[in-house]
């Protein structure tokens, strides 16, 4: 079993649309998580973080974990044609250096 | 800021080749990493490190080599290129201390075919 499953999609949705992406992960021990953006031929980028449960907003942008069912989500509202990318989970223990990451989800919003 | 800087772009390699990739950073960070990015396989760590002369194997390190002799540099070598080498590369760095890894900043890439 992988440490963090990501659907790969991919997800083709309307311009507008709510968008939720998902990943699971099976070691309870994972402390923070993260969402990277990667454009087509680039590297990820980061888009959000979090410690531990919670919610954490940021403009169109919501991460949210749920560590009792070991899921995280990031939601993308009013999305635009500009969101169009693959979407990376990470996460990681407190005291590592190394970041386990998802597959990647790959993201097209149609105007 | 250049930010994490890799060169070359792009390669071709034959099989038995050796090649190093090279990688950057101006940020002053202690954490530098390579990954292989497998088309639909998101990214293995190959070897990573916490600072200068030091370094660790992560999930795939076998076929690759890498020193760091300064803060800034941190390349990476094939050696004996295969065509299961033929991936993305990425190099990132991140600021120093366990509170502080949640971020890495990645460079641009180097696409490298073995043929």
């Known amino acids: 079993q992988k440490e963090v499953e990501q659907d790969p999609g991919p997800l083709s949705v309307p311009e507008g649309a709510i968008v939720s992406l998902n990943c699971t992960y099976s070691n309870s021990a994972f402390q923070y998580f993260m969402w990277y953006r990667q454009y087509s031929r680039k590297g990820p980028e980061l888009l959000m973080y979090?410690?531990?449960?919670g919610n954490k907003e940021d403009g169109r942008f919501t991460a949210q974990v749920d560590k009792s069912s070991k899921y995280i989500s990031l939601f993308i509202r009013d999305s635009q044609p500009s969101d169009s990318a693959t979407y990376l989970c990470?996460?990681?223990?407190?005291?590592?250096?190394?970041?386990?990451f998802g597959s990647g989800t790959r993201l097209s919003i149609r105007p | 800021n250049a930010g994490v800087t890799q060169t070359p772009k792009f390669r071709i390699l034959k099989i038995g080749q050796s090649m190093t990739l090279q990688c950057t950073q101006d940020?002053?960070?202690?954490?530098m990493y390579w990954y292989r990015q497998d088309p639909g396989m998101g990214l293995k760590l190959i070897y990573y490190s916490v600072g200068a002369g030091i370094t660790d194997k992560g999930e795939v390190p076998n076929g690759y080599n890498v020193s760091r002799s300064t803060t800034e540099d941190f390349p990476l070598r094939l050696e004996l290129a295969a065509p299961s080498q033929t991936s993305v590369y990425f190099c990132?760095?991140?600021?120093?201390?366990?509170?502080?890894?949640?971020?890495?900043?990645f460079g641009p890439g180097t696409r490298l075919t073995v043929t």
């Open positions: 979090t410690y531990s449960s």
């Open positions: 990132a760095s991140g600021p120093q201390g366990a509170g502080q890894t949640y971020e890495q900043y």
């Open positions: 940020m002053n960070h202690n954490y």
């Open positions: 990470a996460m990681r223990y407190s005291s590592a250096s190394k970041i386990i």
